[in-house]
């Protein structure tokens, strides 16, 4: 990035707001500041939440969690968020998950910014398993973040020509930044760390099957420590979009009444301190497996779990990693099998910083004067009139 701190050294400093309204989309933002830096740009954080869910979308431990020390600029309700005149100040408006109300202005062509209005930059919240929709959901955007090669085809399949015309769409996820490469020989491994996902897999058969698993890993390998990386606490993300119905903290105490290997526990601490001090990373479908490969730690796709064939989204998971070599059965994981990812694969998927910089690029040549140009659907109905309806909605 030095070559565009040098062409863009006379420049004021780009002014983004990291936009989120959940766990994976704060902790898409904390990445993103992380990964882009601090020399062309500035940041402010805003809480977008539904007073309907009255912020039970998330809790202020994981906020705390997410940013440390550092607090929140804002913390506005989804329509305050989304007016033109709190957005203007902004250069550029960040988010894997914009709220619904920013997809309707687009959809029906009611943003009405004056002389200056901010370059949307959209991006996955992980591992994509509705990639059609996911790609539909943030075609309005300015610039599109797409995770990997084949969302981009998505993208050109989906995505009408005349949106194509008008957005950028380039391959780069904060998930999936190659931070460094792995290293597997002669490393014993004293700490191994599940992540758990809210909807994979599915049934309280298949998560059973995969907590089993867990279990008896643990008692063959007494020497290793094995930590169960909680979705979020049991009290937490009542109004996700994405309940986790059969907690393994629930298992545990329906199945086991709580009584499980000394090795094994369960853990809500910080995913990037967990990563730094882990040698083995597992997981069914958490984007967290591919964060902790970026990081250079051993990651196995547990896949070949009972009732894992009917999971509603195991195709889209299997399509993701088939190539990786590392979708593996119960036997790898008993054995801790540390295994290197296909070396073509791993290119094509994780993002690197030739990748940053084509987006530090198209985000510098935004033109913050450029009028959002999209066909409307409603065109001829009055904003005072939609917009008190829509909102009764949300």
């Excluded at 007073?51 to 305050?80: C, F, H, M, N, T």
């Excluded at 090669?149 to 399949?157: A, L, S, T």
Aim: hydrophobic share 40%; with cysteine.
């Amino acid at each position: 990035m030095n070559n565009l701190l040098s062409q863009n050294n006379s420049q004021k400093k780009n002014k983004i707001l990291l936009l989120f309204k959940d766990d994976s989309s704060l902790l898409s933002a904390v990445k993103f500041e992380k990964i882009m830096g601090q020399d062309l740009f500035e940041y402010e954080y805003c809480f977008a939440y539904n007073k309907k869910k009255k912020g039970k979308e998330l809790s202020e431990r994981q906020i705390e969690a997410s940013l440390g020390v550092r607090k929140i600029d804002y913390k506005l309700e989804i329509r305050e968020a989304a007016k033109e005149s709190f957005l203007e100040q902004f250069d550029t408006i960040v988010s894997c998950k914009f709220p619904l109300i920013f997809e309707i202005k687009w959809l029906l062509n009611f943003w009405k910014f004056k002389a200056h209005r901010p370059c949307f930059v959209a991006m996955f919240p992980g591992i994509e398993f509705t990639p059609k929709l996911g790609t539909k959901t943030r075609q309005f955007a300015d610039i599109i973040c797409l995770n990997c090669p084949d969302d981009i085809e998505h993208y050109k399949r989906y995505v009408p020509k005349y949106l194509q015309r008008q957005n950028i769409a380039l391959q780069f996820s904060p998930f999936f930044y190659q931070h460094k490469k792995m290293d597997i020989e002669n490393k014993k491994i004293r700490k191994v760390v599940f992540f758990a996902q809210s909807i994979m897999p599915q049934s309280r058969e298949s998560r059973l099957d995969v907590f089993d698993t867990l279990v008896e890993a643990a008692k063959a390998n007494p020497n290793t420590k094995f930590s169960i990386k909680l979705r979020h606490l049991e009290v937490e993300n009542t109004a996700h979009t994405h309940i986790e119905k059969y907690s393994y903290q629930q298992l545990a105490q329906e199945e086991y009444n709580g009584n499980l290997p000394k090795n094994l526990n369960f853990t809500a601490e910080n995913i990037g301190t967990l990563l730094e001090n882990s040698d083995l990373s597992v997981t069914v479908a958490s984007t967290a497996g591919i964060e902790a490969l970026g990081l250079g730690v051993p990651t196995l796709f547990l896949n070949n779990y009972k009732g894992s064939a009917s999971d509603l989204h195991n195709g889209s998971m299997k399509k993701f990693a088939q190539k990786s070599d590392l979708l593996v059965s119960k036997k790898e994981l008993l054995e801790l099998s540390r295994l290197m990812p296909n070396a073509v694969w791993e290119k094509e998927t994780m993002s690197t910083a030739h990748m940053v910089n084509e987006l530090v690029v198209k985000i510098f040549d935004f033109s913050n004067t450029k009028p959002i140009s999209r066909k409307p659907i409603i065109g001829r109905l009055k904003l005072s009139l939609i917009m008190p309806i829509i909102y009764w909605f949300l």
